[in-house]
């Protein structure tokens, strides 16, 4: 995969790069009393030849290979921001896009949730891609979305938090 050279960015008007989670984006089950919606984004400078958009969000410092807490394929190139709540509210759905199921088994969204008294980071990672996945299905588990993801990446952009609770 061919790195972005810099100009490919991702941002979000609900935090900045290394900020804590928003309570907003938090989980809210399993101790967590968060509002479980999927941030607001916003992307540019993506390369010329990019057929279509993947966002992953993925907490690195769970236990084992990490914590899948969204992964979204095939929204369309002529896209360059989603709204808070994308995931819960249909908007990928009429986008077209796919979302995987997350580590807590939910199709879509699922917001962080550290354990008590770990500081976890949660990197949303934006792929740019030579071409839609057709092999995709809807809540197929976040793994597989990523091994799709990186075979048809051309460039990606990312944005870290930290939560603890």
């Known amino acids: 995969m061919a790195l972005a050279d810099g100009t490919f960015t991702l941002r979000s008007a609900a935090f900045h790069e290394g900020q804590s989670v928003p309570p907003a984006q938090r989980f809210n089950r399993d101790g967590c009393t968060g509002g479980n919606v999927s941030p607001p984004l916003s992307w ?4 010329p030849n ?5 966002i992953m969000m993925h907490d690195p410092d769970a236990p084992g290979r990490g914590w899948w807490h969204w992964a979204v394929a095939n929204i369309p190139a002529t896209v360059h921001s989603l709204p808070a709540n994308a995931s819960a509210s249909g908007a990928l759905t009429r986008l077209g896009a796919l979302q995987a199921r997350n580590d807590f088994s939910d199709e879509g969204y699922g917001g962080p949730c550290p354990p008590p008294g770990k500081r976890h980071r949660y990197v949303i990672t934006i792929y740019a891609l030579n071409a839609p996945l057709t092999r995709l299905v809807a809540n197929r588990p976040a793994p597989f979305f ?12 990312s944005l870290t938090l930290t939560d603890q609770r």
């Open 44 to 47: 540019q400078h993506a390369p």
């Open 50 to 54: 990019t057929a279509s958009f993947a």
């Open 146 to 157: 990523e091994h799709e993801i990186l075979g048809a990446a051309i460039a990606k952009a």
